[in-house]
Structures are given as C-alpha cells and as structure tokens.
C-alpha cells in the first residue's frame, strides 16, 4: 500500500489540514523510554515564542541589503521556508528534543502524512494495514494499536469537518452570502 523501500522516518508526523490536533509518531532507536505515539496540539506550537521567531526570519529576509527584484519576487516560497523550519522546530521542542541554537538537525529523519484525499477514504482495515507496513518495525504492536485508535478518530473528525465545510460552502451558494457569483467550471488554459 505505501512506499516503505524509502527508509523509515524516525518521527512520523500525521496532519489533519481541518482539526487543530495531530498525531506525532517518534520511533527513534535511542529514545528514552522507547518508541512513544502522541496527540499534540497546534495551540501548544503556535504560541508567543513561534510567532516571534518567524517575525525575527522573516524581518531578516526582507531588509537585506543585497536584495534585488529578482528575489523579492521569491519571498513567498522563502517565508513558507521560514514558517515550516520554525514549525519543524517547536514540534521537535514539544517531543523533548533538544537542538542546538542554529542547527536544522532534529536529530532524525522527519516524515509527514496529509491525511486528506486518499488517505482519508481507506477503511479501519486498510489504515491498519497501513500503519503496521509503515510502521511494524519501529512500534510494538501496544503502540501500533495505541496509534490506530488515534488515528480512527482523528480521521472521523477530519471527515466531519470537510461535510460541515462543504455544506457551509452550499449553504453560501443558496443564501447569496459566498457573494454574487460563484465558479461552477474553470479551464486552466490547456
């Protein structure tokens, strides 16, 4: 079902773009206390000190004194840069991880899964299957259960949340307050 001959992550990230919760998988061969399966909050990320780091990166990448409009043009890219790494750095924070200052090392290898498409249409079977492919020999079959009842449901509420946002989107649509007009068909150009 998934591509495992990649090597595994030694920190397994599960996002739930709708919920304001996520499941982070730490597998690492020397962790204290062994492999642990965690629900953490977002809230617990983005708190004051995140938002003041990304302020600080992004303050640096637009008052460089060598910039040219050729890489105005990229401060997009390089602030969605900016936000990942501080985000990378406050979850590898909460997992009791420490970094050095200046370093990018989270002292393993990270991976993520957007649980969103087709991920979300697997079965409680097929999400079992595919936590004990990717992550059978990592976890104990204590923990593998502990992340599968995590992951029924967050993958529930993810499902919810996506229905109530499309009705919300309809009822928009049929109330006039998504705005006078709305895009049934769009050709990309091609």
């Not at 992550?9 to 499941?23: G, K, V």
């Not at 949340?161 to 990309?188: C, F, K, M, N």
Request: hydrophobic share 40%; net charge negative; charged share 25%.
């Amino acid at each position: 079902m998934f591509d495992s001959g990649r090597g595994n992550a030694d920190i397994m990230l599960c996002i739930f773009p709708h919920l304001r919760e996520f499941i982070a998988i730490d597998a690492r061969e020397n962790r204290p206390g062994g492999p642990v399966v965690l629900s953490l909050s977002i809230s617990n990320i983005l708190g004051e000190d995140f938002y003041t780091k990304v302020e600080q990166d992004f303050s640096k990448l637009i008052r460089r004194h060598d910039i040219g409009f050729l890489e105005l043009m990229g401060i997009p890219q390089q602030v969605e840069a900016v936000v990942r790494a501080n985000s990378l750095k406050r979850i590898i924070a909460e997992l009791g991880i420490s970094v050095p200052e200046g370093s990018n090392e989270p002292g393993g290898t990270v991976g993520v899964l957007f649980f969103a498409g087709s991920l979300l249409a697997l079965d409680v079977e097929q999400l079992r299957e595919a936590t004990r492919e990717l992550f059978g020999r990592k976890l104990s079959p204590h923990n593998i259960e502990q992340l599968n009842e995590q992951l029924f449901g967050l993958v529930e509420k993810e499902r919810k949340s996506i229905r109530d946002a499309t009705q919300h989107d309809l009822a928009g649509l049929i109330s006039g307050e998504s705005g006078p007009y709305v895009t049934i068909w769009e050709s990309s150009g091609k």
